[in-house]
């Protein structure tokens, strides 16, 4: 059967494979991204680890392991939304009736999210 008998063209099908490739591309992105997060994440708990067990005083170690508890969030939170955001464009592609619909901004809410974090931890650090 060819690809005119049922509607479809190559170009179309064609079309919908540069979609596909690209959708598969930007979730390796973010994969990409998130693990960087999760390790910064990993990195500072045991910074904070190693700190509080080598230093006399163990003061403000703490925030280490909060600062790195929320990389570590982040990256989870933006994978899982990087990976529904995913599942849910191949399922448009796939249907007979795509439509172009603008995507959630996932990479500006995760920028905005870094630079309050980044904005806290200066805050913390230079008000002590």
Do not use: C
């Not at 930007?26 to 190693?50: E, H, K, P, Q």
């Not at 067990?53 to 969030?73: C, M, Q, Y």
């Not at 955001?85 to 500006?108: H, T």
């Amino acid at each position: 059967m060819s690809s005119q008998s049922t509607g479809t063209s190559t170009a179309t099908e064609l079309a919908r494979e540069r979609n596909r490739e690209a959708a598969e591309r930007t979730l390796l992105a973010w994969i990409r991204t998130t693990i960087s997060m999760i390790g910064f994440g990993i990195g500072f708990g045991a910074a904070g680890n190693y700190l509080a067990k080598s230093g006399p005083e163990p003061t403000r170690i703490h925030d280490l392991e909060w600062v790195g508890s929320a990389f570590i969030l982040l990256g989870v939170v933006a994978l899982f939304a990087a990976v529904i955001q995913n599942v849910r464009l191949l399922k448009r592609i796939r249907g007979a009736d795509f439509v172009y619909l603008e995507s959630f901004p996932m990479g500006l809410i995760t920028a905005i999210l870094m630079l309050v974090f980044g904005l806290l931890g200066f805050l913390y650090i230079h008000a002590r």
